[in-house]
Each structure stands twice: as C-alpha cells, then as structure tokens.
Nanobody, 124 residues
Framework: QVQLVESGGGLVQAGGSLSLSCVVSGRAFPSSTMGWFRQAPGKEREFVAAIHWSDGNTYYADSVKGRFTISRDNTKNTVYLQMNSLNPEDTAVYYC?????????????????WGQGTQVTVSS
C-alpha cells in the first residue's frame, strides 16, 4: 500500500512563496509519475505539475509555469512543490498524487494514490 502525506500549506500574501512537501511511503515506486493537483471551492480538481521519479523530467500547467517548481529527493522519498509569485487565484487545497508508469496525464482520475491535501490560501 502506498501512502502520501502532504505538508507545508498555509496563508500567504499575494506575491509571496510557499513550499509543499509530499512524503511517499509503502511500496517501492521507481517507475512512476508524481503529480500535484489543486482544487478550489466549486471547481474540479486540476493538474498543477508532475515529475518522474526515475529521470526527474518535469511537467507544468500553463497557469503555473515559471512560478512553480516541482522536484524530488529520492533519498527521502519526498516530492516538493515550490510556489513563488502566488496570487489569490492559486488559493486551493493542494493534493499530491501518484501513478505507475511514465505517462503524464493531466486528469485527476488517471492517478491511483492520493494524499489528504493541504490548504493554500493567498490573500490579496
């Protein structure tokens, strides 16, 4: 069983930064894709970024490209999401997700494992 635990959310002013972490435990996950999604009230869960555990290749939604950076530390089984230049539209619950394989779908239903989510609130 794979478990994902996010941390690092909080309240920040517009223009500020936050860093999220996702610790992965359970079964080994070498050939997999890790993703970050977010869900604002009344909206569907949307893709933010993804990374391959194996080669570190990264993928971003257009809305966060240039502001957010996804990374991973294989020795700590942890995936990070560094978020800079935050704006109120980034306010949402952020979820860590995982799936086997190196495809990078941008739809939430294509990911198998999920964390519990962490709230990010950006004030104007």
């Amino acid at each position: 069983q794979v478990q994902l635990v996010e941390s690092g959310g909080g309240l920040v002013q517009a223009g500020g930064s936050l860093s999220l972490s996702c610790v992965v435990s359970g079964r080994a996950f070498p050939s997999s894709t890790m993703g970050w999604f977010r869900q604002a009230p009344g909206k569907e869960r949307e893709f933010v970024a993804a990374i391959h555990w194996s080669d570190g290749n990264t993928y971003y939604a257009d809305s966060v490209k240039g502001r957010f950076t996804i990374s991973r530390d294989n020795t700590k089984n942890t995936v990070y999401l560094q978020m800079n230049s935050l704006n109120p539209e980034d306010t949402a619950v952020y979820y860590c997700a995982a799936r086997y394989g190196l495809d990078v779908p941008r739809t939430f239903y294509d990911y198998t494992y999920w964390g519990q989510g962490t709230q990010v609130t950006v004030s104007s």
